[in-house]
């Protein structure tokens, strides 16, 4: 039996790079140095706020004429379809193509589709590109950049990770969010859990300061989304997780000393056995002496500003 092939673009800015390719290794277990990935790996394209879309492979062929002849198999059931050249950018190795050549793919394979076009609202969308030497035909899911509709809060502070970190800290923290319970007993405004829940995971927060609670709770109920936020410290909370999000306090509003950031993580390792921390300082010792071992890392930049993302187990 045949495993479903997925290829996925990526787009990302400089001070991303890192932190793209630490997702990626999260979500597929490997990472590619260039902006095109093919895995048997499904992945919702608008978890990440990397990749730009995914491609369902159903055919494959050395050329568009054997992908025109192998698309007539296609029965859509009298649904209308778009077909879209992905080859808009280079791909990896292969060069990008221009407009009108994209056009022409579009046409050959289009015409070869049992079905009505609709170019506007199309119920099936389709993507054909070539990458290294091959030519692939099969769905497509475009990006819906979630992310950016959660950019204006309610309450927000200048210190808080983006949307964009955020998703991505969530998501190398829970890369299949089935049966995955998860804690941010630091959560600040809960840009972190506003990430996370939006994409399913199951996360609750907490934090010892009642205003950033209130805020966080607002920011959560803004976006139609539920989950529950506790007002106190991590050595307050009970049971187990399968991992912990820490975004470790920095600001001057909330002045942390070595000591305490040694507490959260001893006491984080009483309650999971898993913690990706965001943090601007070098805590490798602090993390070892808790006693976990760091797995994977990266850094996150904004201009000369560097936060370290740290994956431990």
């Given at each position: 039996?045949?495993?479903?092939?997925?290829?996925?673009?990526?787009?990302?800015?400089?001070?991303?790079?890192?932190?793209?390719?630490?997702?990626?290794?999260?979500?597929?277990?490997?990472?590619?140095?260039?902006?095109?990935?093919?895995?048997?790996v499904?992945?919702?394209?608008?978890?990440?706020?990397?990749?730009?879309?995914?491609?369902?492979?159903?055919?494959?062929?050395?050329?568009?004429?054997?992908?025109?002849?192998?698309?007539?198999?296609?029965?859509?059931?009298?649904?209308?379809?778009?077909?879209?050249?992905?080859?808009?950018?280079?791909?990896?190795?292969?060069?990008?193509?221009?407009?009108?050549?994209?056009?022409?793919?579009?046409?050959?394979?289009g015409?070869?589709?049992?079905?009505?076009?609709?170019?506007?609202h199309?119920?099936?969308?389709?993507?054909?590109?070539?990458?290294?030497?091959?030519?692939?035909?099969?769905?497509?899911?475009?990006?819906?950049?979630?992310?950016?509709?959660?950019?204006?809060?309610?309450?927000?502070?200048?210190?808080?990770?983006?949307?964009?970190?955020?998703?991505?800290?969530?998501?190398?923290?829970?890369?299949?969010?089935?049966?995955?319970?998860?804690?941010?007993?630091?959560?600040?405004?809960?840009?972190?859990?506003?990430?996370?829940l939006?994409?399913?995971?199951d996360?609750?927060?907490?934090?010892?300061n009642?205003?950033?609670?209130?805020?966080?709770?607002?920011?959560?109920?803004?976006?139609?989304?539920?989950?529950?936020?506790?007002?106190?410290?991590?050595?307050?909370?009970?049971?187990?997780?399968?991992?912990?999000?820490?975004?470790?306090?920095?600001?001057?509003?909330?002045h942390?000393?070595?000591?305490?950031?040694?507490?959260?993580?001893?006491?984080?390792?009483?309650?999971?056995?898993?913690?990706?921390?965001?943090?601007?300082?070098?805590?490798?010792?602090?993390?070892?002496?808790?006693?976990?071992?760091?797995?994977?890392?990266?850094?996150?930049?904004?201009?000369t500003?560097?936060?370290?993302?740290?994956?431990?187990?």
């Amino acid at each position: 039996m045949s495993t479903t092939e997925y290829i996925y673009t990526y787009t990302w800015h400089k001070d991303e790079y890192d932190l793209s390719r630490m997702e990626m290794r999260s979500f597929f277990g490997f990472d590619v140095p260039l902006n095109a990935l093919k895995s048997s790996v499904q992945i919702d394209p608008s978890r990440s706020p990397f990749i730009k879309q995914r491609l369902e492979v159903i055919f494959e062929g050395e050329n568009v004429e054997q992908l025109a002849r192998l698309v007539e198999q296609l029965d859509l059931g009298g649904a209308t379809f778009k077909v879209s050249c992905l080859n808009k950018l280079e791909l990896n190795s292969t060069q990008k193509i221009g407009h009108s050549k994209r056009n022409e793919i579009e046409r050959t394979i289009g015409l070869c589709i049992q079905g009505e076009p609709d170019l506007i609202h199309p119920q099936l969308d389709f993507g054909v590109v070539t990458l290294d030497d091959k030519w692939y035909f099969g769905k497509l899911e475009l990006n819906e950049a979630v992310w950016l509709q959660h950019q204006q809060k309610p309450e927000m502070y200048s210190t808080a990770l983006s949307t964009r970190v955020a998703r991505a800290v969530a998501n190398i923290a829970v890369p299949n969010p089935e049966g995955f319970r998860v804690i941010d007993p630091c959560c600040g405004i809960g840009t972190v859990l506003v990430e996370a829940l939006s994409m399913g995971i199951d996360i609750e927060g907490r934090d010892i300061n009642p205003l950033v609670v209130y805020g966080s709770r607002k920011n959560i109920a803004h976006f139609g989304l539920q989950g529950n936020v506790t007002i106190g410290p991590i050595e307050e909370a009970e049971g187990n997780y399968d991992v912990a999000i820490i975004d470790m306090p920095y600001n001057l509003f909330t002045h942390i000393t070595a000591d305490s950031q040694q507490a959260i993580i001893t006491e984080a390792r009483r309650i999971t056995k898993k913690i990706v921390i965001v943090t601007i300082d070098t805590i490798d010792h602090m993390i070892e002496a808790a006693g976990f071992e760091i797995l994977d890392r990266c850094v996150a930049k904004k201009g000369t500003f560097e936060r370290q993302i740290l994956f431990c187990n």
